[in-house]
């Protein structure tokens, strides 16, 4: 199984895999039927998850129901236990929006919740971050996870999301960061896919983040709160929700 995701992974335009995968994935899923772990998102409970991974599988890390990865129920507990979203009706850009999340957002916000992205067919809006095509303080909350570090000029995608956002308003950046690195490593020479996945991890990735990284979501005006939630919950949850202990970026605009 891990093989066979990670070869159609490498190997199948993210598009594609995008406009099918929810329909693959629940057939994939009886063979986990069980009572291991629950994803918080949409209840669904398995013995274990699906592995997932383009470079090194993960066991027991994706929800064959939601789509959901380890990243996602980590997200969803924060948001719900920590934050106002689900009552405060914010006007959200979600950009690269997770189907785990696209019903549910949409079915809370309606044209509050505007999804957009230059390729994925999931989003409504097609755009560029780098050149967001919305007005100086558009929405109140902000969520791109794992974009930043296929873009190209990461710091201008950063400006733009800041200059759309409202003051006192907030948002969720998460990016892979390598905590063994200290300064984040690019080079814009690297442009095969064999030498992007050796110098930064991944063959679409052009940069690997180092432990900066709230430095660089700093210097486009933004405070910033690194988080460890997973930290924060009962092991027994970490467990059932087959969480890792990866970092919420919690980005403020100050009012």
């Known amino acids: 199984m891990k093989r066979a995701i990670r070869y159609v992974l490498n190997h199948v335009p993210r598009r594609h895999i995008q406009r099918v995968v929810h329909l693959v994935t629940p057939v994939l899923g009886l063979a986990y039927a069980g009572r291991g772990v629950v994803c ?5 409970r398995y013995r274990r998850f699906l592995p997932y991974g383009y470079v ?15 990243r996602h129920r980590l997200m969803w507990l924060y948001l719900v236990r920590e934050t ?20 549910r957002f949409e079915q809370l916000l309606g044209d509050l919740y505007v999804t ?11 755009m560029d971050i780098q050149h967001i095509p919305f007005p100086e303080e558009s929405f109140d909350v902000i969520f791109c996870n794992h974009i930043l ?16 956002m409202r003051p006192g308003g907030w948002g969720i950046l998460l990016s892979p960061v390598n905590y ?24 679409d990735h052009v940069r690997d983040y180092g432990r900066d990284y709230p430095d660089r979501l700093a210097e486009a005006g ?34």
């Open 149 to 164: 570090e296929h873009v190209d000029d990461d710091r201008l995608a950063l400006r733009e999301m800041y200059r759309v």
């Open 40 to 44: 918080p998102i949409c209840g669904g």
């Open 84 to 103: 106002d979203f689900f009552t405060a009706h914010p006007r959200v850009l979600h950009v690269a929006p997770e189907r785990c999340f696209i019903r």
């Open 180 to 203: 063994n690195r200290e300064i984040t490593y690019e080079d814009p020479s690297i442009t095969d896919e064999a030498g992007r996945e050796r110098a930064f991890g991944q063959k």
């Open 56 to 70: 090194t599988s993960r066991a027991n890390a994706l929800c064959p129901r939601c789509l959901a990865l380890e």
């Open 116 to 126: 957009a992205d230059l390729e994925s067919p999931l989003a409504k809006v097609k």
């Open 222 to 255: 933004f405070t910033v709160e690194s988080i460890d939630y997973a930290a924060t919950l009962p092991p027994e949850e970490v467990t059932r929700y087959a969480l890792r202990h990866e970092i919420i970026y919690l980005v403020r605009k100050p009012q």
